[in-house]
Structures are given as C-alpha cells and as structure tokens.
C-alpha cells in the first residue's frame, strides 16, 4: 500500500502539481555516497539488447533501494561507442559517471585509435554477466546440425547464402568470420542495426542464418520458429534449456570455437577508491539479487562475478584477443 | 466470439480502480510530456518505467501504454501552438496546424487534433483486437527490400508539397537527407561525416535538433521580425460554443480521419517503419485527395486531422508486432519492451497463450486509455488558449529556454543546443529567401531509414536494383510510388502543352 | 534581396562541396556485388545540393525567381536590430550556461529579454525569472530525472538533491 502512495504521489510530482516526498533511503553506515544522480552511461542506443540490460539493473536498483540518489540511464551509442568513451574519458575523476559496456568496448579503440582511449585505465566496477552467441537458422529447413549446415552452405554458394549480423567489425561478424574461416564456407553477411531485427529478418526468411545471442531467439525458438544449431561456449558453461544445445567443442570442432559477450561496468579513471567500492557494493548486490539471477538463467547468460583488478586484467586479455580477431577478418590492419 | 469474451475479461480488468487511476494518471502525465518541445512518448515512458516496480505487471503495461497515449495526443499540442513538433510524429500537425492557429483558429484545431486522435485510436484499437495475429505475419514478410519500397512511396506521397522553387525544395530534400547521414555508417561500422572531430556527432544529427532549431528558434526570430518587438498578443478565444461547433464541422473531415485511421494503422505495424512515415503519407493523401490542394498548408482542417489521425493509429498498430513478436515497431515500444521483459512477460509468439489476461488488459485499457485521452485533452484546451494569450515579449523569452532545454535534454549534450542554435539563425535566414524548410525535416526522419534498407538489399542482391521490383510486396508498392512520383510531372506537361497550344492556335 | 539570394546560394555551394569533400572519407562508387559504399549516399546528395545552387544562380541571373526580382532590402535596419538583440542573447545565455549552468543563465536571460526588450515591470519580470527555473527544476531533476548542466553552481545543489530525491 504504501509503495502505491509514494507512486501516485511520484505522480503528481511529475504533472508539476505536487512535489514527490520519496522516503530518504537509510544511508550506508559510513564511505563514499552519491550526492547527485549518477549518470548511467550506455555504450548503445535506445531500444537494443545492451541498453535493456542496463535498464534492467537500474530497476533493481530502484526496486531494492540499493543507492540514496537515483542511477539514470544516459545512452550514447553514437560510433559504436565511441561517443560514450570519449565521455568517460572526459570525465576522469568524476565519481557520479559510471558505464555498462558491451564487447564494442575493446573493438572501437582498436579501431578507431583517433580516440586516444586506453581501456585499462578506466576504473573496474563489475562483470556482470557474459552473454554467449549460437547459430541459428529457421525451423521451416531441414538442417538439423552444424554438419547440414555446412552442407547447405556449400550448395547454396556465397551468394545465395545471407547472414544476418550487426554492424561490421562487431560481434556477429566476427563470429562469422570464425565460422566461415573454421569451415572454409562464405556467406553474404548483410549488417543490420541491432540483433533484434535480425532475429526477425531469420522469422520472415529474409536471411538464411544468423549468430545471435540467445535471448534474442529465446521467443521464436519458443514459439517453434528458429532452431539453433550449436553454442559458442566451452563445454558445460551454459545451464537450463539453452545448455541442451550442443556446443562447438562437444561435436568435435576443437575448443576454440568460443566467443562471449562481456556484460560489465566501469567508472573513469582516477576515481576515489571509496567512490569506487561504493559501486562495487550496489552491483554486488544486484548481482546477487533474485531478479538478476532468475534473468540469467531465463535468458541463457552466463553468470561471470569478477571485479577489481581481476577484472582489468580480463579486460586487457579480451582487447588482446579481439585484436587478433580484427585482423583475421580484416577490419584493422 | 472467443475474442469477444476476452475482450469483456479485460475489460473487468481495466476497470479495476487501480488501473483506473493509472490510465487517467498516465494520460495526464502524457499530454504534458508530449506538449514539451523535445519530449515525446519515447522519453514519457523511458523515466517512468522504474516507478512501474511498485504495481502489478498488468497495471503497469496500462500505465505506460497510457502515457504513450497520452503523448501522442499531447505532441500536437506543440505542433499547433508553437509551430514546433514536440516529436518526429507531430511534423506534419504542424504544416496546417501551424497556419490554423495564427489566423486565431488554435481551438479548432486543438479540438480537430483530439477528435481525430480519438477516431485514430478507436479505428486501430478495433482492427487490433480482430485481427492481431494474422497481421502479424505482415510484419515478418517485410524486410529491407519493402521497407525501402516504403520509404519511397513515402517521399512520393509528399512530392505535393514542394513549394513553388524547385532547386529550393530539392535541395531542402538533398541536405535533410546528408545530415541524416551524418554519425556512423552502420554497414561497413565506420564513423561518418564526423564535422571538425567533434565527438557530438558521433550520434548524428538528431531530428529534433533540427525540428526545434527550425520551428522553434527560427520561426520565434521570424514571428519578432514581423511584430518589431511589440506585445503581439494572439487573437484566440474559446468558449464551449466554439468547442462544440468545431466537432460539429468535423463532420466533412470524416473522410480523411478513416482514411488516416486505416494507413497509419498499417504502417505502423511494420517494424522500422512507425507512427512518423504513417503520418507523413496520411498527410500527403489526404492532400491529393482534397478538392483544394491549394489550402493545404495555409490552415485546411483536414491537414491537421490526417496525419493526427494516422500517429495515433499507428501507435497502436506498432504495439502488434511488439507484443506478438517481440519486435518494437518504434523507440517506444521497444522501451515498453524491455519493461516487459523486467516484469517477467515473454512477449513474443506465445503470449497471447501465456498471458491473456495481461494482453487482453492492456487493450481493453487501451480503449479506456483513448476515451480518457480526448476527455482530457478537450479540458485541458481552455488552459493552452490561456497560454497563447501572453504577450508575445513574455511567451517568446519562455519558449526559447524550453528549446535550450528540449535540444539538451534527449542527448543530455550541449553540443546539441549550439548546433540548434546555428540551424535555427541559418533557418530563419534561408527561410526569408523562399527556401521551404518543412521537406529538409522530413527527409532527416526517412533517411535513416531509407539508406540501411537500400543497401541491406543489394547487399542480399549482390548489387541487382531488380530486387525491389521482383518481390511481389516490394514491387507492388514501388509501382504505386512510382505513379505518384510520374502524376504530378504528368500534370505539369500537360499544362504546357495546352498552354503552348493555347498561345499557338495552329 | 537580390545580393543576399545570390550570397546564399554561393555559401550553400561552398558547403556542399565541402560535404561532398567529407564524403569521400568512406568509398563513395558502387562496390561489386555490394550496392553503394559507405560515403555514397551524403556524396551523391551533395552532388545533388550542388546542382541545386547552381540552378538557383542562374535562376538569380534570369531573375527567374521572386527574391532575385525583390528590391526590398534583406534586412531592413530595425530587422538587423531586433535580430542581433535577440539572436546575441541567445547565444550569450547558451554560452553561459557552459559557466553558470541552467539555473544561473535562464534568470538573467529572462529578466534581460522581458524587462529591457519586453519593456514589462519588474513584477512581472522577477516572479518569470524565479518560477520558471523552479519549475524547470522540479519538472525535469525532480520528476522526470534528467540532469540539466550547472556548472560551478553544481554543488549548490547537493542540498536540494538530498531533500527531494
């Protein structure tokens, strides 16, 4: 009752007829707090998978209570991330900037080195989660496995064959580039804006196949539309129905058939250590939060706690990895 | 009569005092939003989700599925009484709704605007609750080839309103559409057009920067031109008089409010399409359609009931294919997406099995949320006239900081109030030398949709322009496209010819 | 009239050569089996600017157009006035902002544009350069959550935040 009070009230505040009286939450004992809204920071647009996430922390966060003043979602998703690295950058020190990133975290400074930013010296907060990739084809074909498939691929030629993907040089091309250089296949990779479209261009059989992440197709394949033929994950890691899908390494492709999408946060460099393990704290507990876990599971991520310098180093091994990556696939020199 | 007894479940649902209370809440909030210059539903329902933790899931998809309402009502507001489109999907209000408001008609068109709202809503919500699921299907068959198709029968369907200068308005066309592409290049990833490095336009050139910059700086520096600084008060008036007489004249527009109904419906269902290409076309059939062409423009009632008409129900239309899908057929639905997935909803294919109640909830609040709408909005007229009648030396100082603030706050970048700045002077300038500014604000809308489409096509072609032409979708409305484009210069050469025959009787 | 159309369409055909020029940073021809490169869109566009200008001059050079025939100066004097006055303090309240944030440039514009432009009393011109800061803050920190910019004033604020958020 009392929380329908404080929302109807929060409605009047925003009509500009009355003022919210929000119950001030019970401040931590001691250390750094905010003292203004934070600015939550997303590396993607509106509307995308990254962007749904960071929304989704920042209502368990509000649902729990977790910080004194309010997390709000800021997305600058302009150049691949670009513009929101920037503003990290341009932030340095600034305790109340805080980001949720994607894997376009270690690919646009390695491709665009113009921007002048250095990933390792920003602050770690937390892993939250790493997302996973899987092949995906309609479920009105009858390749069954990643044998067929290969198959069909090869009949079909390079140009008969459409892959649906983001953008080039992210994530699904790169994982594309690793099928097709695993496999000694090429398709037509046509871009689109996110992987929600392209999980709906694979429904309306506009494209052949594509690798998206597993909550995108969760709905379809569901529904009984989209059939995955395999995992990008080592043996094991995956749980729940999205686990029954066999991976790369269990039908005998080799182990380096492995590609995750990091779900992680960050501050600017140079920010108070207090400032710092505050941050720690409010993502610890959302990330042992029922909501968060449940999401996990439900949506087949996989479940990844790192922080500190653990994390940095993570960081660094992954920009090493990616860098490798671009290369093969010929996006940087 | 399944659906009906459904229907009726939701109903009970949607009347539940709770949710009452939220769709009224929700719809007020709304029109606010919606009014202010550089807020629109998108933002209404983005700040306001986290509050929705505290009700139950259903009531929460009524409240915001009532604010987006409520917003998509409210954006004409602005678009008649400022001239500046509160979001991409009031621009064309603004074309005749503009124009009605300074001959001292505001009212009417504020109320033409909720009654049409209103048919727009009911027409859609109706179509929605018959034919969901098998519309769905439309919403898969379109990929890049249609979706191109459709942003050129979208331009067609507007070449009518190229001014008298033709180099002026094809060049208003030209660097709308380059400043569209400003940004990133999504296919090849690169950044583009990234003027003097500067990490603002990195997310390119937003719409409503130019919106705002145009029709709000640029038109207040005209309207302080032609009063020379003075008081300039605005001659509008209503009475409940007026605002009975104005639904009664409505009677004539009956035709264009369905015909907007039903094309806005459909557009919007597609996804990457939207309310905004919706409303643009209503517009510009219902134009071609008039036996005046000629007034539209210059305050035709019928200019602001189309394309009203045609957001809303394509509001609603871009709900399906959200809902049944899980694919959001505009910014707001896929924020009204991710609140779903946060209140553990799978929408997509299975959930009108799963979870009937909620979706039989949210569309029988829908057409409470749509009576409430027009309700209060016809209430709220009296205080927006209120408004109008400031001296113009204190209404103008205000509307300028609401454009600083609006060009702030969607980016939260100032980069984007000083380029709104420059559009606005450099505007007003070229506007004072014919040059129509309405065409370069609407191509910054379709271009972005338009190019990915083209290329993502002939990418899959491997560069054969025939694919918009081979599928059957695509090519269908190509055809219509290109007939529209090929009529008006049709019209023109006949003119000529008669003409040249007049003057050369042998 | 007649000088500014021509002036106009001359800065218009520079900037699209200019965009044109920028353009080309990305492949701009037809790429095989591909469709359009990446600048080819913003270039042939500016082409298509380009083109525009120049009609538009020669449409100056026949006075074929209503503002090359107009022997009405551009801007008349008082026009020029009005323009510098008000555009000029726009532009210093935006500038200001960077400094003074929202809630230190919005006052003073507003009592500079109402009180010396508008020629309104002072009671008019204070009760509009409080309320709508208040408003401003309690419509869009308070309710809706979006930060505006305060420069050196930010931390005056830290109080209001504890109290109402």
Redesign the interface.
């Known amino acids: 009752m009392k929380g329908r009070i404080s929302f109807i009230l929060g409605l009047s505040a925003a009509v500009g007829l009355g003022l919210a009286v929000s119950v001030p939450s019970q401040a931590m004992a001691q250390g750094w707090q905010p003292q203004k809204p934070v600015e939550f920071v997303i590396m993607a647009g509106k509307g995308g998978g990254a962007d749904r996430l960071a929304r989704f922390i920042q209502g368990i966060i509000e649902k729990h209570d977790l910080s004194p003043k309010p997390f709000v979602p800021v997305n600058k998703g302009g150049g691949s991330g670009a513009e929101a690295l920037r503003y990290l950058k341009d932030h340095a020190g600034d305790p109340h900037v805080i980001m949720a990133t994607l894997n376009s975290y270690y690919t646009t400074p390695l491709r665009n080195p113009g921007l002048g930013v250095d990933i390792a010296k920003f602050t770690p907060i937390a892993r939250m989660a790493e997302d996973t990739f899987q092949l995906w084809v309609s479920s009105d074909t009858d390749i069954n496995s990643v044998e067929d498939y290969i198959k069909s691929v090869k009949t079909a030629g390079a140009a008969n064959w459409k892959m649906g993907g983001t953008g080039k040089g992210q994530e699904d091309s790169l994982v594309t580039a690793m099928l097709e250089k695993k496999f000694g296949i090429k398709v037509t990779y046509i871009p689109y804006k996110g992987g929600g479209t392209v999980a709906k261009e694979l429904i309306g059989k506009h494209i052949n196949s594509t690798v998206n992440n597993p909550s995108e197709q969760a709905g379809f394949w569901e529904a009984g539309k989209s059939r995955p033929l395999a995992s990008f994950t080592p043996k094991g890691k995956l749980k729940g129905r999205f686990g029954a899908i066999p991976t790369f390494e269990e039908l005998g492709y080799g182990s380096d058939m492995v590609y995750y999408m990091q779900r992680s946060v960050i501050a600017p460099e140079g920010i108070d250590k207090d400032a710092q393990a505050f941050y720690v704290g409010v993502f610890e507990k959302v990330y042992k939060s029922a909501e968060w876990q449940g999401y996990l599971s439900k949506k087949g991520l996989i479940p990844g706690w790192l922080t500190g310098q653990a994390l940095t180093d993570y960081f660094i091994a992954e920009r090493a990895a990616h860098s490798v990556l671009l290369k093969a696939s010929e996006t940087i020199k | 009569m399944e659906t009906f007894s459904l229907l009726i479940d939701g109903f009970a649902i949607a009347i539940e005092p709770?949710n009452l209370?939220l769709v009224i809440?929700g719809v007020?909030?709304g029109l606010?939003?919606g009014a202010m210059p550089g807020?629109g539903s998108?933002?209404g329902v983005?700040?306001?989700?986290?509050?929705t933790?505290?009700?139950p899931p259903t009531s929460a998809i009524i409240f915001l599925a009532a604010i987006y309402y409520g917003a998509m009502y409210g954006g004409a507001i602005s678009s008649i009484m400022l001239g500046i489109p509160g979001a991409s999907t009031a621009v064309a209000t603004t074309f005749d709704g503009r124009p009605m408001a300074l001959k001292g008609m505001a009212d009417k068109a504020l109320v033409a605007a909720a009654a049409a709202s209103f048919v727009g809503g009911t027409i859609s919500i109706v179509l929605f609750t018959l034919f969901a699921l098998p519309l769905a299907g439309v919403?898969?068959?379109?990929?890049?080839p249609e979706t191109f198709a459709l942003m050129v029968l979208a331009f067609a369907t507007f070449i009518g309103l190229a001014g008298d200068?033709i180099?002026?308005t094809?060049?208003s066309i030209?660097?709308g559409?380059?400043f569209s592409?400003v940004?990133?290049?999504?296919?090849?990833?690169?950044?583009?057009?990234?003027?003097g490095?500067l990490?603002?336009?990195?997310?390119?050139i937003n719409f409503l920067v130019l919106a705002i910059g145009i029709y709000g700086?640029g038109e207040?520096?005209w309207t302080?031109?032609v009063s020379?600084?003075g008081?300039l008060m605005s001659k509008a008036t209503v009475t409940f008089r007026r605002v009975l007489d104005s639904l009664g004249e409505l009677r004539s527009s009956a035709k264009t409010m369905v015909m907007g109904s039903f094309l806005g419906y459909f557009v919007g269902i597609l996804?990457?399409a939207g309310a905004t290409p919706g409303s643009l076309m209503a517009y510009g059939v219902a134009k071609s359609m008039a036996k005046d062409p000629g007034s539209f423009g210059k305050g035709n009632v019928d200019g602001v009931v189309a394309p009203e008409a045609a957001n809303n129900a394509a509001s609603t239309g871009s709900m399906l294919?959200m809902l049944t899908?899980?694919?959001?057929g505009s910014?707001t639905t896929?924020?009204l997406?991710?609140g779903m997935?946060?209140w553990?909803l799978?929408?997509?294919?299975?959930v009108f099995v799963n979870h009937p109640d909620f979706v039989w909830g949210l569309i029988a609040s829908l057409y409470v949320a749509n009576l409430f709408a027009l309700l209060i909005n016809i209430g709220f007229i009296p205080a927006f006239i209120g408004v109008l009648k400031l001296?113009f030396?204190?209404l103008?100082?205000?509307i300028?900081?609401l454009c600083?603030?609006g060009g702030?706050?969607p980016?939260?970048d100032?980069h984007d109030?000083?380029l709104m700045?420059i559009f606005g002077?450099v505007g007003y300038?070229?506007r004072?030398?014919?040059y129509p500014m309405a065409p370069a604000v609407l191509a910054i809308v379709l271009g972005p949709l338009a190019?990915?489409a083209?290329?993502?096509?002939?990418?899959?072609s491997?560069?054969d322009a025939m694919i918009f032409f081979e599928r059957p979708i695509s090519g269908t409305i190509m055809l219509v496209a290109i007939v529209l484009f090929v009529l008006p210069l049709t019209k023109i050469v006949i003119r000529l010819w008669k003409r040249a025959a007049c003057t050369n009787p042998r | 009239m007649r000088v500014a159309e021509l002036v106009m369409a001359l800065v218009l055909a520079v900037f699209s050569i200019y965009l044109m020029w920028k353009s080309t940073e990305l492949p701009i021809g037809w790429l095989p089996g591909e469709g359009p490169g990446g600048g080819a869109f913003p270039f042939w566009l500016s082409l298509g600017m380009l083109a525009c200008c120049i009609s538009i001059i020669v449409r100056w050079v026949a006075k074929a157009s209503p503002p090359s025939r107009s022997t009405e100066p551009f801007m008349t004097p008082e026009t020029v006035k009005w323009f510098l006055l008000v555009a000029g303090s726009l532009t210093a309240m935006i500038a200001l902002i960077h400094v003074i944030g929202v809630y230190g440039a919005v006052p003073l514009f507003l009592v500079y544009y109402v009180r010396f432009l508008g020629r309104h009393g002072w009671a008019t011109t204070l009760t509009l350069a409080l309320c709508i800061p208040v408003a401003a803050f309690f419509f869009f920190e308070i309710a809706l959550k979006k930060t505006l910019p305060k420069g050196f004033t930010e931390p005056l604020f830290y109080p209001l935040y504890d109290i109402f958020l």
């Open positions: 709770l209370t809440a007020t909030v606010f939003i807020l998108v933002n983005a700040i306001l989700l986290p509050m933790f505290m009700v919403a898969l068959a379109f990929g890049p200068d180099p002026k094809l060049f030209f660097i559409l380059v592409s940004g990133l290049d999504i296919i090849s990833g690169e950044p583009r057009l990234i003027f490095d990490s603002g336009f990195y997310h390119g700086i207040m520096l302080i031109e020379k600084g008081v996804p990457a294919p899908l899980g694919i959001p910014p896929a924020i997406l991710g997935v946060i553990g799978e929408p997509g294919p299975l001296p030396t204190v103008a100082p205000i300028f900081v600083v603030i702030y706050v980016t939260q100032m109030v000083w700045l002077v300038l070229m004072k030398l014919d190019e990915p083209l290329r993502q096509s002939l990418i899959g491997h560069g």
